[in-house]
C-alpha cells in the first residue's frame, strides 16, 4: 500500500519535472551549506583538536599577539627575542623553556619551487626533547635514514608526506636528496612518519643555528615553549610569566603585546572562534532551509489547487481522507528528501573543493572534510521532514475537500 | 420473479444552494428509489437537477435536507471514511468527462480503485487486465488518457468503475462526449453488463434515444420527479 502511494508520488513528482526541480532548489542549497559547514568545520575541530596542539596539561607557550594567520610563532609584527626566552626561563615554576622558528621559506627540487615552512630543533638536549616531543618526532618516528643530530648544519628530515604525497612534479624526496633552501642546498638525512600535525608534515625540520644564519634572524624568537614544574598551578605559573614579560618588556597590565597560554586555552580559543564562525554559517544554512520549505509549501499548495479534480477522482474511487493526506504528504516528503539529497551530494563536492584547493593553494592539510554517517542520515531525515511538515497544510486541505467540489471544474 | 431489494433511497432531498443573496434550489423534496439489479434512466432538461441527484445517490455530496439510505442505512450516521470506503467498494463511477487521471496509464487507472481496496499488486494486475480485454483495450494497456479517443477514454473510465466489482454503477451522460456510433458501443456494453451480471445500473441522460434503453425512466424538472414512463 504504502509501496503504491510512493508511486503514485513519483509519478505526479516526475510528471512535473520542471517545477520539483525549482522547489527542490531550496532545500538543497539550504543542505548543501549545513553539510558542507559542518562536515568541514567537523573536519578543522578534529585537526585542532586531536594534531595541533599535543602541548599536554604542564606546559605553556608565549606568543606574540595578534591574529596568527600562519602557524603559531609565524607572526612577523611584534617580536619575541631571545632576551624573552630568557625571561621565561629564569621564571619562577619553569623547568625547561625553549623558542621555536617557524620560518616561511623557498623550496626548490627537480626545478620545481615551492612556499613551506622550516621548524627549528633547538640544540640544548632538554630542549631538543621537549619540542620533539611536542612536534611528535621522536627517535623511533624515523623511517628512514637517521635523525637530525645535535650540530648537523645543511641537513634536516621531513615527515613521510614528502614520500606518499611527492611535492615537487610528482618526484618524491629519498634521504640524501638536496634541496634548496633559500637558495641553500641542504640534505635531507632521515624521514619521520606523518606526525597529523599538519604544520610539522609540510615543515623541513632543521637545526637552529643554520636557520638563524640562513634567514639572517639573530635574536627572534617566534613561539616560546615552556614546561611547568610537576604539581604546579598553572594558572599560578602564567601569571607568573605574566608579570616578569610585562616588566621585562615595559607594558601595562591589560596591554600586553604577548599572550601566555596553557594548551588547553590554546585549544579553547580556537575553538570558540570556529564555534562562532560555524553558528554564523548555520544560521545562514536555517534561513535558506526555512525559505526551501516555504518553497514546497507553496508548491504543494499550488499542486492542491491544481489537482482539485484528480483529488475528487480519487475520492469518488474510495479513497479515504487519510490516503489523500498521505498521498500528498509522501509527495512533498519526497520533494524534501530528494533536495536534501542533491544538497548533500552538492554539499560534500562543495567541503572536497574546498580541501582539495585549500591543501593545493595553501600547502595545508588542516582543512579535511569529514561525512559522518549521522551527517548524511539526519540530512536526509531532516530534510523528509521539512518537505513533509511544509505539505502538511496543503495536504490536509486537499484531504479536506468535499469530492464534489473538487470534481467540479 | 425475485422480491426486489431498495439498495439506495432518497427521501424528500434538499440541495439548496445560497450564491450571495439569492439561493438556488438544485433539488427540491426528491424522493427516489433504486431497486437492485434494475437499470434506470434519469432523463431532464439541462439544469433540472440531474448531475446533483446523481452525487447524491453516489454519496458523493451530502443533502442539506432531507435523507439518503444506502442498503438502509442512513449516510448522515457514517463517518466521512467510512462512506469513502462504501463508495469505493459498491459504487462505480462513470463521468461524463471520462475524469481518468492523466498521469496514469489506463492499466494503472484501472488499478487505482483497488489499491485503496487493499487489493494485492498481483491482483490488481489480473483484474484490470482482464477488464482492459473485456472493454476491447487489450492493445492499449500502457497509452495514457491523452493517448486515447474519446470512446476508448470512456471505455477505461467504464472498466474502472468495474474494476472492485461494485454493486451499482452509476453513470452521468456517459454518452454525452461520444458521437452517436461510440456512443451505442458504450451503451450496448452497459446493457451486456446489467443483463449477463446484473449489476444495479443508474444512469444519467438527457438524451431520449440514450435513456430508452433501460428498464425504468424518471423525469425530472426544477428538482423533482415529475412523472413515470413506462
Ligand atoms: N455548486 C453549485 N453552486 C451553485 N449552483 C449550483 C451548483 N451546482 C449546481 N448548481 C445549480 O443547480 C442546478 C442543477 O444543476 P445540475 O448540475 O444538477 O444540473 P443537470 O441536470 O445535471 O444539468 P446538465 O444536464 O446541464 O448537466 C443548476 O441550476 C445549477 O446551476
Ligand atoms: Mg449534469
Known amino acids: ?409 | 420473479m425475485k422480491k426486489a431489494k431498495t439498495i439506495i433511497k432518497l427521501k424528500d432531498v434538499w440541495k439548496t444552494y445560497t450564491m450571495g443573496e439569492n439561493q438556488v434550489h438544485a433539488l427540491r423534496g426528491l424522493d427516489l428509489e433504486v431497486q437492485e439489479g434494475e437499470f434506470l434512466s434519469i432523463m431532464g432538461p439541462s439544469g433540472s437537477g440531474k448531475s446533483t441527484a446523481m452525487n447524491m445517490i453516489g454519496c458523493l455530496d451530502i443533502p442539506s435536507k432531507g435523507q439518503v439510505y444506502l442498503e438502509g442505512t442512513n449516510i448522515a450516521d457514517l463517518s466521512e471514511s467510512d462512506l469513502a470506503q462504501i463508495r469505493g467498494q459498491k459504487i462505480g463511477f462513470i463521468f461524463q468527462k471520462f475524469n481518468l487521471i492523466n498521469t496514469l496509464t489506463a492499466k494503472e487507472n484501472i488499478m487505482l480503485p483497488m489499491i485503496f481496496q487493499g487489493y494485492t499488486e498481483q491482483e490488481r494486475h489480473d483484474q484490470a487486465e482482464k477488464l482492459l480485454k473485456l472493454v476491447d483495450l487489450g492493445e492499449r494497456m500502457d497509452h495514457r488518457p491523452n493517448e486515447l479517443s474519446g470512446g476508448q477514454q470512456q471505455r477505461v473510465a467504464i472498466a474502472r468503475a468495474l474494476a472492485v466489482d461494485p454493486s451499482v454503477i452509476l453513470a452521468d451522460e456517459p454518452t454525452g462526449n461520444l458521437d452517436s456510433k461510440t456512443g451505442g458501443s458504450v451503451m450496448d456494453f452497459l446493457k451486456k453488463l446489467h443483463k449477463e451480471k446484473g449489476t444495479t445500473i443508474v444512469m444519467v441522460s438527457h438524451d431520449q434515444h440514450v435513456a430508452k434503453h433501460a428498464d425504468r425512466m424518471e423525469f425530472l424538472r426544477d428538482g423533482q420527479i415529475v412523472k413515470k414512463i413506462k
Do not use: C
Open chain 1, 1 to 409: 500500500m504504502l509501496s503504491e502511494y510512493l508511486r503514485l508520488a513519483t509519478r505526479s513528482l516526475t510528471r512535473r519535472k520542471l517545477r520539483s526541480w525549482l522547489t527542490m532548489i531550496g532545500i538543497f542549497i539550504g543542505i548543501a551549506a549545513v553539510v558542507s559547514l559542518i562536515s568541514l568545520g567537523q573536519g578543522m575541530q578534529n585537526a585542532i583538536t586531536e594534531q595541533f596542539f599535543q602541548l599536554g596539561a604542564d606546559k605553556i607557550t608565549v606568543a606574540t599577539k595578534g591574529v596568527e594567520t600562519g602557524p603559531p610563532g609565524s607572526n612577523n609584527d611584534v617580536l619575541l627575542q631571545e632576551s624573552d626566552l630568557d625571561v621565561v626561563r629564569r621564571a619562577n615554576g619553569i623547568t625547561v623553556a625553549t623558542g621555536r622558528l617557524v620560518e616561511p621559506i623557498r623550496a626548490e627540487f627537480n626545478d620545481k619551487e615551492r612556499f613551506t615552512y622550516v621548524a627549528t630543533l633547538p640544540d640544548d638536549m632538554d630542549e631538543r626533547t621537549m619540542v620533539k616531543e611536542v612536534a611528535n618526532v621522536m627517535d623511533e618516528d624515523i623511517v628512514q635514514g637517521r635523525m637530525l643530530k645535535a650540530g648537523d648544519t645543511w641537513k634536516m628530515i621531513v615527515s613521510e608526506d614528502y614520500v606518499n604525497d611527492p611535492k615537487f612534479d610528482g618526484k618524491n624526496l629519498v634521504v640524501g636528496n638536496k634541496v634548496r633552501v633559500n637558495g641553500q642546498p641542504v640534505e635531507v638525512v632521515g624521514i619521520f612518519a606523518k606526525t597529523g600535525n599538519p604544520f610539522v608534515d609540510m615543515s623541513f625540520v632543521m637545526n637552529e643555528e643554520p636557520v638563524r644564519n640562513l634567514l639572517d634572524i639573530p635574536v627572534k624568537q617566534g613561539l616560546i615553549l615552556a614546561q611547568v614544574e610537576q604539581g604546579a598551578d598553572m594558572s599560578r605559573i602564567v601569571e607568573i610569566v605574566e608579570k616578569d614579560l610585562r616588566k621585562h618588556r615595559n607594558v601595562d597590565k591589560g596591554e600586553e603585546d604577548f599572550e601566555v597560554q596553557t594548551g588547553e586555552e590554546l585549544l579553547d580559543t580556537f575553538r570558540t572562534v570556529l564555534g562562532v564562525v560555524t553558528a554564523v554559517l548555520v544560521g545562514i544554512a536555517a534561513i535558506s532551509l526555512l525559505v526551501g520549505g516555504i518553497g514546497i509549501m507553496n508548491t504543494m499548495y499550488t499542486a492542491v489547487l491544481e489537482r482539485r479534480k484528480e483529488i475528487g477522482i480519487l475520492k469518488a474511487i474510495g479513497a479515504r481522507n487519510e490516503d489523500v493526506l498521505l498521498l500528498f504528504l509522501i509527495e512533498s516528503g519526497l520533494l524534501g528528501m530528494l533536495g536534501g539529497a542533491i544538497g548533500i551530494l552538492l554539499g560534500i563536492a562543495f567541503s572536497k573543493l574546498v580541501e582539495v584547493s585549500a591543501t593545493a593553494s595553501l600547502g595545508t592539510t588542516l582543512i579535511q572534510a569529514h561525512f559522518p554517517w549521522y551527517l548524511i542520515l539526519g540530512s536526509l531525515v531532516f530534510s523528509f521532514t521539512v518537505g513533509a511538515l511544509a505539505g502538511t497544510y496543503p495536504a490536509w486541505q486537499a484531504s479536506k475537500l468535499q469530492p464534489v467540489e473538487a470534481l467540479r471544474q
